[in-house]
């Protein structure tokens, strides 16, 4: 009992230094910039950190072509591929802001008051 409620005082003492340093996560994340990629380079897909679109290029070979369903699927995979690179990203940010810290684990420390 006492082991949970040491766990317990040890993250809420931390929690005003983990707001302070979840704030400057998120403006680092609200300035990522990932690139998908997919067809070998021919398609790439640039996606910010709060999950924007912001730039497709598609290599002018693909457009000589007449594989339009070959074409779709390589601007979704780029895409799939871009938004895992921007999840990771974010998952990075995170854990550095929290010191590593499980918010799981303190959610549920907390009876699930976190989310």
């Known amino acids: 009992m006492f082991g949970n409620m040491g766990k317990m005082m040890e993250a809420l003492s931390k929690m005003g230094d983990i707001k302070k340093q979840m704030?400057?996560?998120?403006?680092?994340?609200?300035?990522?910039?990932?690139?998908?990629?997919?067809?070998?380079?021919m398609v790439n897909v640039t996606i910010t950190g709060d999950n924007?679109?912001?730039?497709?290029?598609?290599?002018?070979?693909l457009l000589t072509g007449d594989d339009v369903?070959?074409?779709?699927?390589?601007?979704?995979a780029a895409t799939n591929d871009a938004l895992n690179k921007v999840k990771e990203s974010i998952a990075h940010e995170m854990k550095n802001a929290t010191g590593g810290l499980d918010m799981?684990?303190?959610?549920?420390?907390?009876?699930?008051?976190?989310?």
């Open 104 to 115: 799981g684990e303190l959610s549920k420390l907390l009876g699930g008051k976190l989310g």
């Open 69 to 76: 369903k070959m074409l779709e699927d390589l601007v979704i």
């Open 23 to 41: 704030e400057e996560a998120q403006k680092r994340i609200s300035k990522i910039k990932v690139i998908g990629i997919a067809g070998a380079g």
């Open 52 to 61: 924007r679109v912001v730039d497709v290029k598609i290599g002018k070979e």
